[in-house]
């Protein structure tokens, strides 16, 4: 067997019998890829739900996924590859939260997983009005937050007016493709790809040698929508494919805005139908996103305002600050209270007050976060 736990973790997902589900729950039983692979068939009965035919695929299938994961590594390993392992320290925080996180992510570039993320996705069509709001968008964010990140797709239409706005603009910008690290697609957005991975770079779940298949980027969306805290709609008609990317970002607890548009323009209707539903919150420009996300005030201006403000604080707010601090999407009130141990009253009154001094901000559904 291996020596190389890379491999085995590569070659984990190409077993048979085995999806995402089945990876993890194997990798948590047996402690590691390595050790799923050196369990006996006796050893893989004794988990609940396996059969003996899912026991014996998985056995014989061993070499076969061993042998392609080598191949794997060697190309990582020319390409300067890096890897993330989903029980890894450094494996994406925001990604690691979602339920379907991929096992393992693949990365080219120079990708800072810091600051704040925002998606940009919509429709492959744009008017002259969806460019210029893309590109307005992502200029003014990256003129007002210096550790913003723009994330997307490289499809056609909004998703390169994003990549291509925010290298204009030099902040850095993270291609999510639905194929492997051995190619780019489509093929005519290249130079933008190239040019991405010195100022960000490009994430997948996908092995080189993986096809840019239909299944893949519809998979690939709920990345996008994952890695970032906020996904914002720019066009979309009423079935366009950036509508999948916002309901896999409502479903996964992020913030979703989107313009809106003329009722009787068809690229308008998806975003306004978005808002219509309160799946997602209406905005304009970037002062609107950033508003909304409580980014309003630089990160030295936050210290700053948060020093003073800290001093006069009681032991009580202290204790819910402290707790707010540990979450950064927020938490529920119950849960607030839970946590620096006060009641339910006291946990209200002081939040409110702690919202007059601007070190706490409301969001729906009773939940708060520190500002």
């Known amino acids: 067997m291996e020596d190389n736990e890379l491999i085995y973790q590569i070659a984990l997902p190409l077993l048979p019998e085995v999806g995402l589900h089945w990876s993890k729950a194997l990798v948590w039983h047996f402690g590691s890829a390595g ?28 070499e076969r ?12 390993e020319q390409h300067q590859i890096k890897t993330y392992w989903f029980e890894d320290d450094d494996y994406p925080a925001r990604l690691r939260e979602l339920p379907d996180a991929p096992t393992m992510i693949y990365t080219m570039g120079n990708i800072r ?7 940009i996705v919509g429709t492959r069509t744009p008017t002259d009005r969806g460019v210029q ?16 990140t723009i994330v997307s797709g490289l499809a056609y239409g909004i998703d390169i007016c994003a990549h291509k706005a925010a290298l204009e603009a030099g902040i850095p910008t993270i291609i999510v493709p639905a194929h492997g690290l051995d190619r780019i697609y489509p093929a005519g957005h290249r130079q933008t790809a190239v040019k991405a991975l010195k100022q960000g770079g490009i994430l997948t779940e996908y092995m080189s040698e993986t096809q840019p298949e239909k299944q893949n980027f519809v998979a690939r969306k709920r990345i996008v929508a994952g890695l970032t805290e906020a996904t914002v709609v720019i066009e979309s008609k009423d079935r366009g494919g950036s509508l999948i990317t916002a ?22 209707r998806g975003c306004n139908e978005l808002i219509r539903k309160n799946r997602a919150a209406l905005i304009c420009s970037a002062d609107d996103l ?5 980014w309003e005030q630089t990160s030295s201006q936050q210290t700053s305002l948060t020093e003073a403000l800290f001093a006069d604080l009681s032991a009580e707010e202290e204790a819910v600050m402290n707790a707010l601090r540990q979450e950064e999407d927020g938490m529920h ?21 702690l919202e007059l001094k601007d070190l706490v901000r409301a969001l729906p559904g009773s939940r708060y976060r520190a500002s």
């Open 35 to 62: 050790a799923v692979f050196r369990a006996t068939k006796q050893e893989l009965l004794a988990l609940p739900h396996m059969g003996e035919r899912t026991a014996d695929a998985l056995i014989s299938g061993r």
């Open 65 to 76: 996924a061993l042998e392609r994961a080598r191949k794997e590594a060697l190309f990582i």
């Open 113 to 119: 997983f810091e600051g704040h993320w925002v998606a």
């Open 133 to 148: 709001l893309c590109h307005d968008l992502v200029t003014d964010l990256a003129r007002k937050l210096p550790d913003i």
């Open 247 to 268: 309901g896999l970002a409502n479903d996964y607890g992020r913030d979703v805005f989107a313009f809106p548009g003329r009722p009787s323009d068809e690229i308008a």
């Open 290 to 294: 950033i508003y909304a996300m409580g």
């Open 333 to 353: 009130v119950n849960a607030i209270a839970e946590a620096s141990g006060l009641s339910f009253p006291e946990t209200s009154s002081i939040l409110f007050g």
